[in-house]
Each structure stands twice: as C-alpha cells, then as structure tokens.
C-alpha cells in the first residue's frame, strides 16, 4: 500500500500525539488536521505552501522531532516540534501575504483601467 505525502505528515503528528499520554494535546492535533482538509481558505493556503515548500526540507525537521524522542530527549523534542510549526506558520504568514498582495495588484490594475476608459470615453464624447 502506497501512502501518499500528506497521510504520513498526518500518521506522523497523530502517532505522537498519541504516543504523548496526553488526550488534549490529541485532540488538537486531530483538530488542526481536520481544520486543514475541511476549512477552504487553510485548504487554499496550505496548497499553495506544499507547492513551493521542499518536501525534504519537512522530512528533515521530522527527523528533528523523532531523533529528540528516540534519544529520549523531551526538551529536544519540544524544540524541534516547536521549530517545525513555527516555519509552518511563517510559511502560512509568507503565502497569505503573497495572496493579498496579488490581490491588491489585481484590483489596482482593474480601477486603473476603468478609469483610463472613462476617461478616454469622456474625451471622445
């Protein structure tokens, strides 16, 4: 059975939510992960980031977090959990931004050529 990118990513937040003890710290992550597949816009943003993101680069940050809990290292472990959600969130913060700003270009370009229209109909009128 071939297991595509995103059902690891997923197998591998929930196997150690669960592995932590912890139920609340399960149900967060298995609420972020439903938010992501069911909410549009985290759904439009975190296309956009696997798009340009390299998936080594989220395989090595893995790698982090798992080393941490194989040498039974908590503080290690927090830190490289820590780490790899905070390049996702600026990563998020990057293409949001990127989006608005395409957007802002978009709607500038469209009021700029309505008004050169209206002009150039005003001046032929």
Known sequence: MQI????????FHLTIAEASGNAAVKHVVESLWQIRTEVPAVQEVHSAICAVEKASDRHLEHADVLNALRERDPAAARQAM???FRGLLVSMIDVTEEKAIEDLKKKTTESRQRYLTSIAHSRSA
């Open 82 to 84: 820590q780490a790899h």
């Open 4 to 11: 595509n990118t995103q059902d690891a990513d997923r197998e």
